[in-house]
């Protein structure tokens, strides 16, 4: 995030240069680098004539090299944005010698998303030595997503507790873009310095705070039966936001990263933390079901839950309903 300010703050100051090139596995960075730049660098009466979206699906590398060294109308700037650029992937080589020599009153902006460039390529190797921004956007890892949704709050003066967070990124994933729609919501209903709590996210966002995967998580960790047995029962109730193959996979991550902390010779919060990428917050979590989940057991539920994963895909159990796959699964852990 702190390249991205970076970036935005050089884009708002003017300190422009000819070529943006926007790459990388998350594409929300690329969509707000480039939206940023299509709203801010040219006025309202400039875009008219000035401003140009190509798509890569709909056009080729000459074309969008053309549109790059025309001229500007009543402008310094002419702003020519090309998304969805990796269609292009097959001739962007062929972009390294405009690169090498880009119109000076043309912002050409590349959004070359889910990929990125083969470094041992011309084309980096020109972009990185000329006059050109290249930024890669990278995919958070699970554990990192609850800090960036802090981090994302704290700019607008809210704040959101721990386990909050946790059930925006079991119910979301680590999918930016939707986790940032769902921040919007929150921040139109919420007043300055208000925090997110678990009630908050069930009251605006639907996710029910005392019935999720998480809470599921929790009490298989304590093997608290009649509670894991509850939380099952409403997954039955509710199979569309619930789905058995999304439990199965946060119960399966739990269960491998149960099995590196009976690996760990330090058990100190911090190691622990930094060892298995979760958050401080969560390391008591796994100290509870080490303690009641000795590593042999560990070591079969793992491979429990790859069983079960391939029956919720219909390997061998097509007959079996959810219930049945929920109750055979708790079953088999416990």
């Not at 040219?42 to 060294?69: C, H, P, W």
């Not at 998480?214 to 939380?231: G, H, N, S, V």
């Amino acid at each position: 995030m702190d390249e991205v300010k970076q970036l935005v703050d050089d884009i708002r100051a003017r300190r422009l240069v000819p070529l943006y090139f926007l790459m990388g596995e998350e594409p929300y960075y690329i969509d707000r680098i480039s939206e940023f730049i299509a709203n801010n660098v040219l006025t309202e009466e400039e875009r008219g004539f000035n401003q140009m979206v190509l798509y890569g699906k709909d056009t080729s590398l000459d074309d969008v090299i053309g549109q790059a060294k025309r001229y500007p109308m009543m402008s310094d700037y002419q702003v020519v944005i090309v998304r969805e650029a990796q269609h292009l992937s097959r001739t962007i080589e062929q972009l390294a010698d405009y690169a090498a020599n880009p119109q000076p009153s043309t912002i050409l902006v590349i959004c070359y998303k889910y990929k990125t460039l083969d470094k041992r390529k011309k084309l980096i190797k020109t972009l990185k030595s000329g006059n050109a921004v290249v930024f890669e956007s990278k995919k958070l890892y699970e554990s990192q997503v609850a800090d960036w949704i802090r981090r994302v709050l704290s700019g607008n003066d809210l704040k959101i507790s721990h386990k909050a967070a946790a059930m925006l990124v079991e119910y979301l994933g680590t999918d930016l873009s939707r986790i940032s729609n769902e921040l919007d919501k929150l921040k139109i209903v919420l007043p300055v310095g208000a925090e997110i709590t678990p009630q908050t996210i069930e009251d605006h966002i639907g996710i029910s705070k005392d019935f999720n995967n998480f809470e599921l998580k929790k009490a298989i960790a304590e093997r608290d039966i009649p509670r894991a047995t509850q939380i099952i029962k409403y997954f039955v109730q509710n199979p569309k936001e619930n789905p058995f193959v999304l439990t199965v996979a946060l119960l399966h991550t739990f269960f491998t990263q149960l099995l590196q902390y009976h690996g760990l010779g330090d058990h100190s919060p911090k190691h622990v933390a930094q060892a298995l990428r979760i958050n401080p917050y969560f390391v008591s979590e796994y100290q509870t079901a080490a303690r009641n989940y000795p590593m042999k057991q560990v070591s079969r539920i793992v491979g429990v839950l790859r069983e079960m994963d391939l029956k919720g895909k219909g390997v061998g159990s097509s007959s079996l309903s959810q219930q049945d796959l929920l109750q055979e699964l708790l079953f088999k852990i416990v």
